[in-house]
């Protein structure tokens, strides 16, 4: 059983949550842990036809429990009914209500085609995404990560085959019940095969045109399915760096699924091979900068660096008005060789920077002042 670190931020808080995050990353069991008064689980269908059926239930059952004093009510996946967040509001606009609400959520785009509009300073939105380094003490067995990702029920499950089982049915899941819901089932085999098409391309710049190329579909579906992979929260975007925070290069992003081990599961290989180990441990470490930014309740922006002629660092890390240059090394060895892009970046940038690679390797070190840390280590010397 692992503490998450979201868990004591929203125990402290007494504002109503907004807390979204792909399935099965331990959205409800948060929740839970918070000892709601009322459940009310939208992705238990007799539930759900309730409530769509009638647009007082909720008040309704708010009417049963008691009062004098604050009472906390947990509806769960409430993108199945966006309509649901008017009345919410509605309610938490009246005075002394005494209602705290923790409302999960798995598709953003859901709840923006609902229109729904909670008002600013009523509800305090978080992400959530796997268990990060930190909330697994840092001793997070690389290996294992690399081949099945860090989502709670695949770590907490000792069988091999097993967790391949489970992550293979979370692709095949997906493709039933979210392409159904978003009315693409016409197309299910195109999408099938962009999904395959995608997983190949991860963790690449983004070039839609070849992806729809390559999984002989239309461009104009590519991107609107590629679309619908980010408001489900599945793929995570990494935008090119530029000097201002308003003028980003005009380049290809790169893009993450938000779970190794869900990617390897699209993609049908749990081997780390030689061919395939800088690929899975560059989706890694920027899963975990991600999520435990949000773990942490920290805005952040992670960016890639890239010239027209080949010099690369793979993710620019800004937090307010900090910036770190982080290259990752798929070994156990670094040398001086490996930190030409980090140079590179440093003449671009004209700022002063912290400079890191994060790698396979035990030992931290320095080189030319760059600090060489095994990546758990990186984690923890940005405070996650």
Same mark, same amino acid.
């Given at each position: 059983m692992y503490v998450r670190r979201l868990s004591d931020t929203l125990g402290r808080s007494t504002k109503s949550v907004l807390l979204l995050g792909p399935r099965q990353v @331990?959205?409800?069991?948060?929740?839970r842990a918070l000892r709601p008064d009322l459940e009310v689980n939208l992705a238990h269908e007799p539930t759900y036809l309730e409530f769509a059926r009638d647009p007082h239930e909720l008040e309704a059952r708010l009417g049963a429990l008691p009062g004098g004093r604050m009472r906390t009510v947990f509806i769960d996946e409430i993108q199945r009914l966006p309509g649901l967040l008017n009345t919410i509001q509605s309610i938490l606009d009246r005075p002394r209500h005494g209602l705290r609400f923790l409302l999960t959520g798995s598709s953003a785009r859901k709840l923006r085609r609902g229109e729904a509009n909670l008002l600013p300073g009523r509800i305090h939105a978080y992400r959530m995404g796997p268990l990060t380094s930190a909330e697994m003490d840092h001793q997070v067995a690389t290996p294992t990560a690399l081949a099945y990702g860090t989502? &709670? @029920? %695949?770590v907490s499950e000792t069988d091999a085959a097993d967790r391949e089982k489970t992550l293979r049915t979370y692709a *095949?899941?997906?493709?039933?019940?979210?392409?159904q819901a978003e009315s693409l089932s016409r197309s299910l085999e195109g999408f099938a095969r962009f999904l395959t *098409? %995608?997983?190949?391309?991860? @963790?690449?710049h983004l070039d839609l045109a070849k992806v729809a190329h390559?999984?002989?579909?239309?461009?104009?579906?590519?991107g609107r399915w590629f679309e619908v992979l980010e408001d489900t929260l599945l793929v995570l975007r990494s935008d090119s760096f530029a000097k201002s925070a308003t003028r980003r290069l005009v380049q290809h992003p790169k893009f993450y699924f938000f779970d190794v081990g869900v990617l390897n599961g699209l993609l049908g290989n749990f081997i780390a091979s030689p061919d395939r180990v800088g690929m899975l441990f560059e989706h890694l470490v920027y899963t975990q900068i991600v999520h435990s930014a949000a773990a942490f309740d920290e805005p952040i922006r992670v960016s890639t660096f890239r010239t027209e002629h080949g010099a690369e660092v793979d993710f620019i890390l800004e937090r307010g008005r900090e910036l770190t240059a982080i290259e990752v090394k798929a070994s156990r060895t670094v040398g001086p060789t490996d930190l030409r892009g980090l140079s590179r970046f440093a003449e671009y940038a004209g700022r002063r920077h912290r400079q890191m690679v994060w790698y396979l390797g035990r030992e931290p070190k320095r080189i030319n002042g760059v600090e060489i840390? &095994?990546?758990q280590q990186g984690l923890e010397a940005l405070g996650w």
């Open positions: @331990g959205k409800s069991t948060l929740m989502l &709670p @029920g %695949i *095949a899941t997906y493709l039933r019940e979210e392409v *098409a %995608i997983a190949d391309w991860a @963790g690449d390559a999984a002989q579909v239309p461009r104009q579906s590519a840390l &095994p990546w």
